[in-house]
């Protein structure tokens, strides 16, 4: 069975639906999926899954945040290259621009995106949980 991650960081909530959107497609799927939040995931679990989804708001400015789930991911990206994985995230005034640098960020690691990345204006409305769920889907 695949074993999948859904690691996510929210403030108000917006994030944490959708990283709930997307275990549940990971489940739909047939995988046994852990929801965790960033500061339960440390570098040395990377290994432990086939796949991992990482959701983080637009903080600071168009940044990821930056007091837990930036230097957790930080530590994470030695172990990522070759692997399976996909970002998401909700931001409030922005145009994206924290998702496209941390997606260049991602494609120097050597990530192989399982899905592109999604991000959800505010809290996701319908279309934006079930492109979460979908994004959930393309980690099995
Ligand atoms: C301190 C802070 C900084 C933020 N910076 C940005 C930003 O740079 N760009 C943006 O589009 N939204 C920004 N936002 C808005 C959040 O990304 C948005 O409200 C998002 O839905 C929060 O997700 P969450 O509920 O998962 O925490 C910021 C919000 C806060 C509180």
Same mark, same amino acid.
Do not use: R
């Given at each position: 069975?695949?074993?999948?991650?859904?690691?996510?960081?929210?403030?108000? /909530?917006?994030?944490?639906?959708?990283?709930?959107?997307?275990?549940?497609?990971? #489940?739909?799927?047939?995988? *046994? =999926?852990? %929801?965790?939040?960033?500061?339960?995931?440390?570098?040395?679990?990377?290994? !432990?899954?086939?796949?991992?989804?990482?959701? =983080?708001?637009?903080?600071?400015?168009?940044? %990821? *945040?930056?007091?837990?789930?930036?230097?957790?991911?930080? $530590?994470? *990206?030695?172990?990522? !290259?070759?692997? #399976?994985?996909?970002?998401?995230?909700?931001?409030?005034?922005?145009?994206? *621009?924290?998702?496209? &640098?941390?997606?260049?960020? =991602?494609?120097?690691? /050597?990530?192989?995106?399982?899905?592109?990345?999604?991000?959800?204006?505010? &809290?996701?409305?319908?279309? /934006?949980?079930?492109?979460?769920?979908? %994004?959930? $889907?393309?980690?099995?």
């Amino acid at each position: 069975m695949s074993k999948v991650a859904v690691v996510y960081w929210s403030g108000t /909530g917006n994030t944490a639906l959708m990283a709930q959107a997307v275990a549940e497609g990971a #489940k739909a799927k047939g995988a *046994e =999926c852990d %929801l965790l939040t960033s500061a339960e995931f440390t570098a040395d679990m990377v290994d !432990n899954y086939d796949a991992i989804a990482f959701g =983080c708001p637009a903080m600071g400015a168009e940044v %990821l *945040e930056e007091s837990e789930f930036e230097p957790m991911f930080a $530590e994470c *990206e030695p172990a990522l !290259n070759g692997k #399976k994985i996909a970002i998401f995230g909700s931001y409030g005034w922005g145009s994206g *621009e924290w998702m496209d &640098t941390w997606e260049a960020q =991602c494609q120097a690691d /050597g990530v192989v995106f399982a899905a592109a990345p999604l991000i959800c204006h505010e &809290t996701p409305d319908e279309a /934006g949980l079930a492109d979460c769920t979908a %994004l959930g $889907e393309a980690l099995v």
